[in-house]
């Protein structure tokens, strides 16, 4: 599982029809309740060792993120093992990822960086970026140029069924924040 309090608290409160961005303290010892029953078939909570271990056939099931998964299927084809890896996002929905290009205000060429990102959404070189990743883009004349194995994947670009599951995280405060670390680290312990 992955070590990532921040994901994988909300998702189980989720799970429990509870809001993913709750400030309700009592709705964190539901997910530490939900969690801690899940706690004695997690092996270890990591979030990059799952990609090795899932490509050479040392775990069989991991909550992880689609990038990892994808990493994982490439080393286990490079590697020839013949693993039949697969990712999927739970029909309950999961939490939505983007991957952006920002520029801070005070960055020192900023006509550099807005050239460098202007080029990178250019529809050949995201393109390329994606096939080289296999992360989706958001360039929609981009599509075409992203391999079909990509492209046609539902774990890479998911059906607007799917997308419409998926919500978005957003940051704590402080307080509430460490209600879920200490959630979190009972979890880990299982205790």
């Known amino acids: 599982m992955l070590d990532a309090p921040s994901e994988v608290i909300p998702i189980a409160l989720h799970y429990l029809g509870l809001p993913y961005n709750s400030q309700n303290p009592d709705d964190y010892k539901k997910a530490q309740e ?13 979030s990059s060792k799952f990609i090795s271990d ?12 689609a990038g990892g998964v994808a990493d994982a299927q490439k080393a ?31 960055a020192p060429n900023p006509e550099q960086g807005l050239a460098f990102i202007n080029y990178m959404l250019r529809p050949e070189v995201i393109a390329e970026s994606s096939n080289y990743l296999s992360y989706p883009n958001a360039n929609k004349d981009a599509t075409a140029l992203v391999e079909k194995k990509i492209r046609d994947n539902p774990g890479v670009y998911p059906s ?6 998926l919500f978005p995280l957003e940051p704590l405060p402080l307080k509430m924040e460490r209600v879920r670390t200490r959630a ?4 880990k312990t299982g205790a």
């Open 34 to 46: 939900l969690l801690l029953k899940l706690r004695p078939h997690i092996v270890y909570f990591d």
């Open 54 to 65: 899932l490509a050479n056939g040392n775990i069989c099931v991991v909550l992880g993120w």
């Open 76 to 106: 286990s084809e490079l590697a020839g093992n013949h693993r039949n890896l697969v990712y999927s996002i739970p029909r309950e929905g999961a939490p939505v990822w983007v991957e952006s290009l920002v520029q801070l205000n005070d």
């Open 160 to 165: 607007k069924q799917v997308l419409d599951t």
């Open 184 to 187: 979190w680290n009972t979890v």
